[in-house]
């Protein structure tokens, strides 16, 4: 099974918040990360946090990680039709190691 | 600054064809990831190069190989292909040792017939 779960889908207003929430397994992840994927496109890295961090915020986009949980997640703000893709959660564990990948979120913003 | 660059974009062979894809690293950048992305899942990890040797490899059989060259770019090789290698190729830069970030390409689809 996946090492890194997401739910699916996500729809939502423009104009409203998006949360996008993931879970991983491996308590020892240095690094965790977000990837938007455009349709037909590769993957844009939006942000990451360090394993040590509660909190993360970059303009729009507030990555909030509960490492008791293990549980990520991203907020986006406004959400506007822009927004709409494919959201990847990944994790990087101890060490350089390569990343663990989600299946990934489908958001869609409704105008 | 160009970006990490993968050719072709897009790929159509037939079963039991080899094909080869290319990446150039972003500027700067030292260490290639391959990953192979099939249709509604999440990348999963080739393997990586750095200092023209693979460093690490994911579970992926010996048809796929691949190459890095004093330039940093690199190629993936896939030899014998099947159906089920149909997918979007991505590769990855980051620099060794500081891999807070890793860029991607933006994929070589690659269709097997």
């Known amino acids: 099974g996946e090492d890194v779960e997401q739910s699916l889908f996500l729809s939502v207003r423009e104009g409203d918040s998006s949360v996008i929430n993931c879970t991983y397994t491996?308590?020892?992840?240095?690094?965790l990360y977000w990837y938007k994927q455009e349709p037909g496109a590769g993957l844009q890295l939006l942000t990451y946090?360090?394993?040590?961090?509660d909190m993360k915020q970059d303009q729009r986009l507030t990555v909030l990680l509960n490492k008791k949980d293990k549980h990520l997640s991203l907020r986006i703000a406004d959400t506007q039709t822009g927004d709409s893709a494919i959201y990847f959660c990944?994790?990087?564990?101890?060490?350089?190691?390569?990343?663990?990948f989600g299946k990934g979120t489908r958001l869609s913003v409704i105008a | 600054d160009a970006g990490v660059t993968q050719s072709p974009t897009h790929l159509i062979k037939t079963r039991g064809q080899q094909v080869t894809l290319r990446c150039s690293p972003k500027?700067?950048?030292?260490?290639v990831s391959w990953y192979q992305q099939a249709l509604g899942q999440g990348p999963q990890f080739i393997f990586q190069?750095?200092?023209?040797?693979?460093?690490q490899r994911g579970n992926f059989p010996d048809r796929f190989s691949g190459h890095q060259f004093p330039n940093y770019s690199s190629e993936l090789n896939v030899n014998a292909l099947l159906l089920g290698d149909s997918a979007l190729y991505l590769c990855?830069?980051?620099?060794?040792?500081?891999?807070?970030?890793?860029?991607f390409g933006q994929g070589t689809r690659l269709t097997v017939v």
């Open positions: 190069y750095y200092e023209e040797e693979e460093r």
């Open positions: 990855a830069s980051s620099v060794q040792g500081v891999n807070t970030e890793a860029f």
């Open positions: 491996d308590s020892s992840s240095t690094y």
């Open positions: 500027s700067g950048h030292d260490t």
């Open positions: 990944a994790e990087m564990r101890k060490g350089n190691t390569p990343l663990v």
């Open positions: 946090i360090f394993s040590n961090m």
